[in-house]
């Protein structure tokens, strides 16, 4: 089975600043999907980046990248220059292609806050 | 535009009573979710729906039932709520295949009492 780690609870940033935030994985599968999610307060789940696990450049979008290394199963969100809005949770999740309805799975969630 | 939507928000129940919770969508989406998240914790897969084929996930307790009758619509029924059931429970909804985004409801609060 697929797991995913979190290993930071909690991540604060100055507002303008960089935060990295980590995320491990564990798969026996070599073609799968990886999935940084934010869950702001009081609202919904929304997606922030995806990453083709046969993809070797890194995903971008705006301010968000991520840092993917497939030898290492590793795949960091990094946030530049900090938005007080970039305050939430933020989930890694995995989704395999064979897994039946390619179902996502989710780390345990690091907490973003950001400082002004 | 609310694309999924979760009703209630807030759900109060008595231990023991059977609830039902709601998901309704706009997306014409054919696979849907059902999570349950505790407090801080990864949202954690209780079962899905592709079309009508019903997945329920090995761990999900028999005290947990679905229902889908259309697209559009799912809901998620406790039969006998526990205190423990006392969670977040998200929907969410995407096309069938690895790379689709799903799109997640507000979300039901259930507080057990």
């Known amino acids: 089975a697929q797991t995913v780690t979190q290993s930071q609870p909690e991540m604060s940033v100055q507002e303008a600043e960089t935060v990295t935030l980590s995320c491990t994985y564990d798969?026996?599968?070599?073609?799968?999907?990886l999935f940084w999610y934010k869950q702001p307060p009081s609202r919904q789940m929304i997606l922030v980046i995806r990453?083709?696990?046969?993809?070797?450049q890194n995903a971008t979008e705006n301010r968000f990248s991520v840092n993917f290394q497939k030898a290492a199963k590793s795949f960091s969100l990094k946030i530049s220059d900090s938005q007080l809005g970039d305050a939430a949770m933020y989930f890694c999740a995995y989704k395999g292609i064979k897994a039946a309805g390619n179902k996502l799975t989710f780390g345990g969630g690091t907490r973003v806050l950001v400082k002004p | 535009d609310a694309m999924v939507i979760q009703n209630p928000r807030y759900q109060v129940t008595q231990f023991g009573k059977p609830v039902t919770l709601s998901c309704s969508q706009t997306?014409?989406?054919?696979?849907m979710y059902w999570y349950q998240q505790k407090s801080s914790q990864a949202p954690k897969l209780l079962f899905h729906y592709y079309d009508k084929d019903f997945n329920n996930e090995a761990d999900t307790p028999d005290n947990f039932q679905s229902r889908r009758p259309n697209t559009s619509f799912c809901f998620l029924d406790i039969r006998s709520p526990g205190l423990g059931d006392a969670a977040m429970y998200l929907c969410a909804t995407s096309r069938q295949g690895p790379i689709t985004e799903a799109f997640f409801g507000q979300g039901t609060r259930l507080t057990v009492v």
């Open positions: 997306l014409n989406h054919n696979v």
């Open positions: 798969t026996s599968e070599s073609d799968y999907y």
């Open positions: 990453q083709e696990a046969y993809k070797q």
